[in-house]
């Protein structure tokens, strides 16, 4: 597998400081904002290596879109898919139906989603019963959730988040087809997509002449499991305000709707 680490840069390390300084940030106040310690950020500032699984909050910090000048970061952008295919989580059917991007997408997506529904169910239980990710000042989580049910999303609810991907992840190597049943379904495989585009953005694709269609069938696997965007177009977007009545309203996620027995009868 490629390193798990952007290399250690002293440009790098100044670039990044530089940012903070620009948006008036201290490095107390960086390092909230990216979900880290004050001394692991001091540590990126004076030119270490960055893991990975940071760099996502260290752009959020920053108001990145991605780390800066990717090619001089020591990213290894050279994907070795037979080492990725030992892993307990690759998926041969989105491997068959959609490509080997899709495939290293669920991968890479579900690693982020898990570690950080795990490091807000962690703050969770440090705060009062009853509060949601919205107040923690770390969360990676609340600012990709639907935004209309924030106050929702609770302890309880984010331990029935991960119970969902976890028996995603435990479906993928077994090769049978992935299927969404339930609201809360569509939501975590369309937030695996969502968190590993980033990643594999970072990566130079060598997909060919037909790069246009190739880059659709990954970066839209999910929407082609739903068969429709109907998730994007009620919770993505700002066209709907959900009532209880709405399939897609917060109270009716844990609730079997789509490829049921009743539904493939009708």
Not at 147 to 172: G, H, K, P, S, W
Not at 204 to 216: C, H, P, R, S
């Amino acid at each position: 597998m490629p390193p798990k680490t952007i290399k250690s840069s002293n440009e790098l390390g100044l670039t990044i400081k530089k940012r903070r300084n620009e948006l008036n940030l201290t490095i107390e106040e960086a390092a909230i904002k990216a979900g880290i310690g004050t001394k692991t950020w001091c540590r990126y500032e004076s030119g270490e290596s960055i893991r990975r699984d940071k760099v996502r909050g260290i752009c959020k910090a920053l108001k990145w879109k991605s780390i800066p000048e990717k090619n001089d970061t020591g990213i290894n952008e050279n994907v070795d898919f037979d080492e990725y295919r030992k892993s307990e989580t690759w998926s041969a059917y989105l491997e068959e139906h959609f490509g080997k991007y899709a495939a290293l997408s669920f991968v890479i997506g579900s690693d982020i989603l898990l570690d950080e529904i795990n490091e807000d169910i962690s703050a969770l239980s440090k705060m009062p019963k009853g509060s949601h990710i919205g107040e923690s000042p770390s969360s990676f989580i609340s600012p990709i959730m639907p935004e209309q049910f924030l106050v929702r999303y609770d302890y309880e609810f984010m331990i029935a988040l991960r119970q969902t991907l976890i028996r995603f992840r435990d479906i993928a190597p077994s090769a049978n087809k992935i299927i969404a049943h339930r609201v809360i379904d569509e939501l975590v495989l369309y937030l695996i997509q969502e968190e590993s585009q980033f990643f594999i953005e970072q990566i130079e694709l060598d997909i060919g002449t037909n790069a246009e269609d190739k880059y659709i069938a990954w970066s839209q696997w999910a929407f082609k499991i739903f068969e429709n965007m109907d998730i994007e177009n009620f919770l993505y977007s700002d066209l709907y305000l959900l009532q209880p009545n709405d399939m897609y309203h917060f109270d009716n996620w844990f609730k079997q709707q789509f490829y049921t027995e009743n539904n493939e009868n009708n």
